[in-house]
């Protein structure tokens, strides 16, 4: 069965600093997806970003960027110039290719970012 | 486009009421998702649909719990007896193609008294 580890219960940054949640998966399949969700206090899950594992480029979203290492299962999400909105809880999530595309979600990271 | 929606937002009831939860999914998307978050168990799959078949039921709790999808637009999960334990956030998701991300609703805050 895949898992995903999220270590990090909480992380703070400063407004305008940048940060980096970690995330490490285990599965046995080559080919899958990658996501990061964030979800605030108002409880909606927003997909920040996705990464598909057969593509060697990190994705990227305006400030948001992945570092992907499919060798060493590893997926963090960096946040650049971090903002008051960036405030939540960030979870990441796996999803098998194929018909089952269910989503196997870690812990969650809770982030703070101090004014 | 309408996101997913979910309804009602807020459920309180007594232990034993049968709760019905409902999710209408983006239009055009033909798998769609039940998820149950509680603060113990994170986010947890319960069930999902494709082409309003179900394909995967593995997650539901027990056989007080059922969830059907009598057509593309609407699916319904039902517990019947609640019970205490069953208090937590139900979300429904749905998406569109294999290689697509699930989009969420905001979830049913439910609390059984």
């Known amino acids: 069965a895949q898992t995903v580890t999220q270590s990090q219960p909480e992380m703070s940054v400063q407004e305008a600093e940048t940060v980096t949640l970690s995330c490490t998966y285990d599965?046995?399949?080559?080919?899958?997806?990658l996501f990061w969700y964030k979800q605030p206090p108002s409880r909606q899950m927003i997909l920040v970003i996705r990464?598909?594992?057969?593509?060697?480029q990190n994705a990227t979203e305006n400030r948001f960027s992945v570092n992907f290492q499919k060798a060493a299962k590893s997926f963090s999400l960096k946040i650049s110039d971090s903002q008051l909105g960036d405030a939540a809880m960030y979870f990441c999530?796996?999803?098998?290719?194929?018909?089952?595309?269910?989503?196997?979600f870690g812990s969650g990271t809770q982030l703070t970012v101090l004014p | 486009d309408a996101g997913v929606i979910q309804s009602p937002r807020h459920e309180v009831t007594e232990m034993g009421q049968e709760v019905t939860l409902r999710c209408k999914p983006i239009?055009?998307?033909?798998?769609l998702f039940w998820y149950r978050q509680t603060m113990m168990r994170g986010l947890e799959l319960l069930i999902y649909?494709?082409?309003?078949?179900?394909?995967?039921d593995s997650g539901m709790p027990e056989d007080r719990f059922s969830a059907k999808m009598p057509n593309a637009s609407f699916s319904t999960l039902k517990i019947q007896p609640s019970e205490p334990r069953d208090s937590a956030v139900y979300f429904c998701?749905?998406?569109?193609?294999?290689?697509?991300?699930?989009?969420f609703g905001d979830g049913t805050r439910l609390s059984i008294l």
């Open positions: 998701a749905s998406s569109h193609r294999e290689n697509q991300p699930q989009h």
């Open positions: 599965t046995s399949e080559s080919d899958y997806y």
């Open positions: 990464q598909e594992a057969y593509k060697q």
């Open positions: 999530a796996y999803s098998p290719s194929g018909s089952a595309r269910q989503l196997t």
């Open positions: 239009s055009g998307h033909n798998s």
């Open positions: 649909f494709n082409n309003n078949v179900p394909i995967d």
